[in-house]
């Protein structure tokens, strides 16, 4: 029901910086969490960042915790995900969700998302 569409990946070196965007085609009072999620190869696809859309409250992987920030604009119908010092771990297709319907607090886990995007893809090189 919810259209997400990410945009921003690309290739950068260790220690540059992306911004992944998510335009989500509504927003309605049932989303809960936005997030984003990665998967490399071999991976299973983890939580990255999320952010609850009515309050703000923002929830980060240990992995990226003071590199990368979630936020979204003020009209919540685009997601943001700065990434900076980037590492080579962090290479993965990253993927936009939106938790819609019925609220459950697991904001970093796939299962509690029902919208997914396309994913966009990130490589950082050395």
């Known amino acids: 029901q919810v259209q997400l569409v990410e945009s921003g990946g690309g290739s950068v070196q260790v220690g540059g910086s992306l911004r992944l965007s998510c335009a989500a085609s509504t927003y309605t009072y049932y989303t809960y969490y936005m997030g984003w999620f990665r998967q490399a190869p071999g991976k299973e696809r983890e939580g990255v960042a999320a952010i609850y859309t009515g309050g703000s409250s923002t929830y980060y992987a240990d992995s990226v915790k003071g590199r990368f920030t979630i936020s979204q604009d003020n009209d919540k119908k685009t997601v943001y995900l700065q990434m900076n010092s980037l590492k080579p771990e962090d290479t993965a297709m990253y993927y936009c969700?939106?938790?819609?319907?019925?609220?459950?607090?697991?904001?970093?886990?796939?299962?509690?998302?029902?919208?997914w995007g396309q994913g966009t893809q990130v490589t950082v090189s050395s």
């Open positions: 969700a939106a938790q819609t319907g019925t609220w459950r607090e697991i904001p970093l886990t796939p299962a509690g998302y029902n919208n």
